[in-house]
């Protein structure tokens, strides 16, 4: 996962662990991950997937959340956050990006086993090409539910507006996802889910696109503020032009610092 609904996950991660707080904290987070993507120039796997390529890429991100409770139960807290993320590939040079964002929303435990969060957010992207370099604001809704003390359920319902410089390159459209969280001890953390995303480009002709992807991610503490994480996705995209349909598996190992 790339771009502004990446860094948003910081705030959450932020909540997870310092929602008893009774003032306002501020954390702040770094990471870079290593990824390998098996069909990053997104070629169709019919008739051949003789002209699918691979290539790996690093992502670094950092961020800052701010959050505070806005009530004498603590159940209720204002969450903010403003990061950046930059993504450089080792040959298609062409997809790199850099993105600085900044998000404010709120938090609410509504019973031991309940919560939400509704977020907002903004964004500015720059990449190798100029027509493709945009702005955008996006939003989130995130309900959990705790099934037993070490097991959770969460749904995401997200929505981004993406405005490039050159409109074919526009896009809207939802984010739809559902994960399953294990937390076998205080310091490992898996995380199994299925996210299904849909965009509509604002081309003279026509174009939307559908992506499914499905995901296995485990989290190890490593150290008092450090993470180290490793994961897996398959991704299953397609389109409503005829025979573009392709599929990509994704890998992953990431080191992470929290404080």
């Known amino acids: 996962m790339h771009g502004p609904f990446h860094l948003k996950l910081a705030a959450a991660t932020a909540l997870a662990v310092l929602a008893a707080s009774s003032h306002a904290e501020v954390t702040l987070n770094a990471g870079a991950r290593l990824s390998h993507d098996s069909n990053v120039n997104g070629s169709p796997d019919l008739p051949t ?14 961020s800052a959340v ?6 004498r139960e603590q159940t209720d807290y204002f969450v903010g956050q403003v990061g950046a993320l930059v993504s450089r590939y080792n040959n ?17 435990q509504f019973s031991p086993k309940w919560s939400g ?42 929505y981004e507006d993406n405005r490039a410089n050159l409109s074919t390159f526009s896009s809207t459209g939802p984010t739809y996802a559902v ?53 897996y996705a398959f991704q299953d995209n ?8 392709y599929t990509s598996h994704i890998v992953s190992a990431g080191l992470s610092f929290s404080y």
């Open 238 to 245: 397609d389109s409503n032009f005829a025979g573009t349909a």
């Open 49 to 62: 997937k003789a002209n699918q390529r691979s290539d790996s890429f690093l992502a670094l991100s950092a």
């Open 179 to 231: 994960s399953l969280g294990y937390l076998p001890n205080k310091d490992r953390f898996i995380n199994l889910g299925f996210s299904h995303a849909s965009r509509d480009f604002k081309s003279t002709t026509p174009f939307n696109t559908k992506s499914k992807t499905w995901f296995l991610e485990g989290t190890e503490k490593v150290s008092k503020n450090w993470y180290l994480s490793l994961g």
């Open 117 to 158: 969060q509704l977020t907002g957010r903004a964004f500015v992207r720059e990449t190798r090409q100029h027509d493709r370099d945009s702005s955008g604001y996006g939003a989130t809704a995130e309900i959990k539910r705790q099934l037993t003390q070490t097991v959770w359920l969460k749904g995401v319902a997200d």
């Open 66 to 71: 701010y959050f505070t409770p806005l009530n």
């Open 92 to 108: 298609f040079s062409n997809l790199d990006s850099s993105t600085l964002m900044g998000s404010a929303g709120f938090y609410r």
